[in-house]
Nanobody, 120 residues
Framework: QVQLVESGGGSVQAGGSLRLSCAASGRTLSTFAMGWFRQAPGKEREFVAAISWGGSSTNYADSVKGRFTISRVNAKNAVYLQMNSLKPEDTAVYYC?????????????WGQGTQVTVSS
Protein backbone atom coordinates (compact mmCIF):
# COMPACT_ATOMS: atom_id res chain seq x y z
CA GLN A 1 0.00 0.00 0.00
CA VAL A 2 1.29 3.44 -0.98
CA GLN A 3 -0.23 6.64 0.36
CA LEU A 4 0.86 10.06 -0.88
CA VAL A 5 0.07 13.32 0.91
CA GLU A 6 0.71 16.72 -0.67
CA SER A 7 1.27 19.93 1.23
CA GLY A 8 2.58 23.43 0.67
CA GLY A 9 -0.18 24.84 -1.48
CA GLY A 10 -1.69 28.23 -0.88
CA SER A 11 -2.32 31.64 -2.36
CA VAL A 12 0.42 33.78 -3.82
CA GLN A 13 0.78 36.86 -6.00
CA ALA A 14 1.95 36.50 -9.58
CA GLY A 15 5.73 36.31 -9.67
CA GLY A 16 5.90 34.66 -6.28
CA SER A 17 7.04 31.21 -5.28
CA LEU A 18 5.70 28.14 -3.56
CA ARG A 19 7.25 24.80 -2.68
CA LEU A 20 5.02 21.76 -2.76
CA SER A 21 5.89 18.64 -0.83
CA CYS A 22 4.73 15.08 -1.25
CA ALA A 23 5.32 12.63 1.57
CA ALA A 24 4.76 8.91 1.58
CA SER A 25 2.76 7.28 4.31
CA GLY A 26 3.86 3.71 4.52
CA ARG A 27 6.51 2.14 2.37
CA THR A 28 9.36 3.99 0.76
CA LEU A 29 9.09 5.92 -2.49
CA SER A 30 12.59 5.01 -3.59
CA THR A 31 11.49 2.33 -6.06
CA PHE A 32 9.11 4.66 -7.90
CA ALA A 33 9.39 7.34 -10.47
CA MET A 34 7.54 10.38 -9.18
CA GLY A 35 5.80 13.35 -10.65
CA TRP A 36 3.26 16.10 -10.42
CA PHE A 37 0.04 16.75 -12.28
CA ARG A 38 -2.39 19.62 -11.96
CA GLN A 39 -6.03 20.22 -12.72
CA ALA A 40 -7.80 23.53 -13.04
CA PRO A 41 -11.60 23.81 -12.66
CA GLY A 42 -13.36 22.58 -15.77
CA LYS A 43 -10.16 21.31 -17.35
CA GLU A 44 -8.50 17.95 -17.72
CA ARG A 45 -5.62 16.94 -15.52
CA GLU A 46 -2.29 17.81 -17.12
CA PHE A 47 1.26 16.67 -16.65
CA VAL A 48 3.62 19.07 -14.88
CA ALA A 49 6.89 17.32 -14.04
CA ALA A 50 8.46 13.92 -13.45
CA ILE A 51 11.62 12.58 -11.87
CA SER A 52 13.24 9.16 -12.11
CA TRP A 53 13.61 6.82 -9.16
CA GLY A 54 17.21 7.89 -8.60
CA GLY A 55 16.61 11.56 -9.30
CA SER A 56 19.04 11.70 -12.21
CA SER A 57 16.44 12.39 -14.89
CA THR A 58 13.68 14.97 -14.96
CA ASN A 59 11.01 16.03 -17.40
CA TYR A 60 8.82 19.13 -17.48
CA ALA A 61 5.83 20.39 -19.33
CA ASP A 62 6.75 23.23 -21.67
CA SER A 63 4.47 25.56 -19.75
CA VAL A 64 6.54 25.27 -16.57
CA LYS A 65 10.02 24.62 -17.94
CA GLY A 66 12.53 27.03 -16.49
CA ARG A 67 10.21 28.03 -13.66
CA PHE A 68 9.51 24.79 -11.79
CA THR A 69 12.01 22.33 -10.36
CA ILE A 70 11.21 18.81 -9.24
CA SER A 71 13.42 17.02 -6.74
CA ARG A 72 13.31 14.12 -4.34
CA VAL A 73 14.95 12.92 -1.16
CA ASN A 74 14.37 9.21 -0.99
CA ALA A 75 15.70 8.94 2.56
CA LYS A 76 12.79 11.15 3.63
CA ASN A 77 10.24 9.52 1.35
CA ALA A 78 9.68 12.98 -0.05
CA VAL A 79 9.24 14.63 -3.44
CA TYR A 80 9.17 18.37 -3.99
CA LEU A 81 8.08 20.86 -6.59
CA GLN A 82 9.69 24.27 -6.34
CA MET A 83 7.55 26.74 -8.25
CA ASN A 84 9.01 30.12 -9.09
CA SER A 85 7.74 33.02 -11.18
CA LEU A 86 4.20 31.81 -10.70
CA LYS A 87 1.54 32.93 -13.14
CA PRO A 88 -2.25 33.06 -12.78
CA GLU A 89 -2.50 30.20 -15.28
CA ASP A 90 -0.65 28.01 -12.78
CA THR A 91 -3.74 28.09 -10.56
CA ALA A 92 -4.90 24.50 -10.08
CA VAL A 93 -5.06 21.59 -7.71
CA TYR A 94 -1.67 19.92 -7.79
CA TYR A 95 -1.41 16.16 -7.39
CA CYS A 96 1.58 14.04 -6.55
CA UNK A 97 1.86 10.76 -8.45
CA UNK A 98 4.06 7.67 -8.40
CA UNK A 99 4.56 4.93 -10.96
CA UNK A 100 6.92 2.28 -12.22
CA UNK A 101 8.72 4.69 -14.51
CA UNK A 102 8.60 8.29 -15.67
CA UNK A 103 6.28 7.48 -18.55
CA UNK A 104 3.70 5.75 -16.37
CA UNK A 105 3.48 7.90 -13.25
CA UNK A 106 -0.10 8.72 -14.18
CA UNK A 107 -1.02 5.06 -14.00
CA UNK A 108 0.11 4.45 -10.44
CA UNK A 109 -0.65 6.12 -7.13
CA TRP A 110 -2.08 9.56 -6.44
CA GLY A 111 -2.24 11.96 -3.55
CA GLN A 112 -5.28 13.95 -2.49
CA GLY A 113 -4.12 17.19 -4.07
CA THR A 114 -3.20 20.62 -2.78
CA GLN A 115 -4.64 23.90 -4.03
CA VAL A 116 -2.40 26.52 -5.60
CA THR A 117 -3.92 29.91 -6.36
CA VAL A 118 -1.97 32.64 -8.14
CA SER A 119 -3.50 36.09 -8.32
CA SER A 120 -2.60 38.97 -10.60
Amino acid sequence: QVQLVESGGGSVQAGGSLRLSCAASGRTLSTFAMGWFRQAPGKEREFVAAISWGGSSTNYADSVKGRFTISRVNAKNAVYLQMNSLKPEDTAVYYCAAGNNMATIGQGYWGQGTQVTVSS
